[in-house]
């Protein structure tokens, strides 16, 4: 019973190719999971919109939308017609190809990344040897159709948003691949099917996730940082900042094509923390080996639920970080400490079981982020401030 | 030989002869991208997904991107007054006819007695992993110091050279 | 199905590279000389995975090796040529190889 529960997608999709002949039950198959997948997640970022405006707007002291429905929860579908309805004006002095076909390209790349992602147990589209690297190749795609949307605008500030985007996403996806391949190096596989099957297993109830172990766990704040970079999302959206640069590289964009847009940017924060979900928290794992009762796909979408409340949570509290500021993490702390990071799991592995590695590569970590981070990155010295009042 | 293989490489000649044709430098960028992309799945049907893969990590993802940003910083946008063909277009143009007619009839030669080995080769990345490791270890180490003397010398040859101005 | 003979592969081969050949000698932008070089390399790649797939041994991994390499080594020549063009376009205020045609600095 409960193992039907937990299978009960794939029970679904076998039923339902059993009534049809051979030859066509590969491509119908794949074409079930792909429309779910395409269904499943935009409903998400529907969801997702209006959790954002009220929590950010909770955080801010103030009601988020409350009009449209009970608890303002039907807003996306009031957005959606907006969007939908509102004329599409180009500019003429745009690039028309390249303008419209900015938007496409981001949409169909970020969609691309969820046919590696094993959302439950036996539940992945296409089970690659090399997952991981295919998911990374597509995330490397995304990054030009921000610079083309922001170049075919024929606009300074898009170009400059563009700019900033593209200079930003390339120095965190380095970090992004760097704190991934940790994870691949212990596991022994690219394929993300394997990884997860690596962590699963439970001692004394605990689960063997990767997050709870020392080069785990500095990984996996490296990978949310990098993550939250990568897909321009606060404190690292100066590439869109609506004080700065009107609104970045999608300024000259309007109706269907910024919904696109904003569709593109939400999915590509599902993405990654369900690519991070199942790098560093186990994937479709249970936190507790008595709670493997309830449905590994519940506990997937929890964890992307719970990886959503924390970007959310990060955007109404973090400021906003400037570029050279940001540019300046990345490449003088993020990057050492990823390559640092290599090093300790190495270590890790060779050291055999016991307490003695829990000690040793704590204790590298915790002196390379001092070190690094809290000497090395403080370049002012902060006297106290004297203040000057208008007269 | 497949409807599908034709069209690939429709993608990838088309993409390549466009980025050596268009005049507007960022669409020719933009052709070359597509190009990478035809070529990508190009070795992706000849089952070596690994390279693939990675093609389109390295050459879509930051070459193509490299060259973007180049044609930005060198304000290539705007097309020059006297065409951008040098003015010894034609000598360049039948070199490389030629060269492309010398390698079609070695091909079209040789042709009978080329291998052709029907079955899919059974690697994983595990295998390629190993042997990065064990038989082409010299060659991984060696491309670990090309790289950081690249990485070192275009930033040295593109930094702003900041005393002279101050002088 | 017929799978695709090698000739195939290597005709593709061979016309990218005389595409990008013809690039790198007729255009007066130093960028896209570098683009037509970089056409060059990737069809020397497809060359090599070609001849890896369809030759004897393809479990040796000689092919994929070498092309992986080349896609490295293509990678960082390209930086360090764009960081030149970029240093010369500062100096000259021109990316006119036409206009270069002096030692004189």
Redesign the interface.
Known sequence: MIGRLDQIFVLLKHWLLGYLPESWQTPVGVIISVACIVGLYPALFAVTTVLERKGVGRIQNRLGPNRVGPYGILQPMADGIKSLTKEDIVPTSADAV?HFLAPIILVVTVFMGFAVLPMGRNMVLVD???GL??Y??????T??SV??AG?SSRNKYS?LGA?RA?AQM?SY?VALLLSSVVVVMMS????LVKIVEAQNHYSYGLPHWFIFTPWGCAAFIMYAIAGTAETNRSPFDLPEGESELVAGYHTEYSGFKFALFFLGEYVAMFSISALGSTLFLGGWMAPVSWLQVVPSWIWFFGKLFVSMCVFIWLRGTLPRLRQDQLMNFAWKFVLPMCLLNLFVAGLWRFMGEGWLRWVVCSAILILAYVSIGREGMRRKKFGPRNYRYAE | MGFVFYLISAFAVGGALAAVLLKNLVHAALALTVAFLGLAVLFLRLDAQFAGFAQILVYVGAVAILVVFAILLTKGSEVPKEGVFSKTWLAGLAIAAAVFAVLAWAIVQAAPSLPNQAEVPAVTVNDIGNALMSRYVLPLEIIAVLLTAALLGAVIVAMHEKERAKQ | MTTTPLAAYLIVAALIFAVGLAGALTRRNAIMVLIGIELMLNAANLNLIAFWRYGPHPELLNGMMFAIFSIAVAAAEAAVGLGLVISIYRHAKTSDLEQMNRMKG
Not at chain 1, 188 to 191: A, D, I, K, V
Request: charged share 10%; aromatic share 16%; no cysteine.
């Open positions: 390249v690659m040897d090399a690297l295919f990374f190749a597509m995330g490397a795609s990054e030009l610079f083309m170049w170009l700019m593209v390339i996806e022994g596989s690219l394929s």
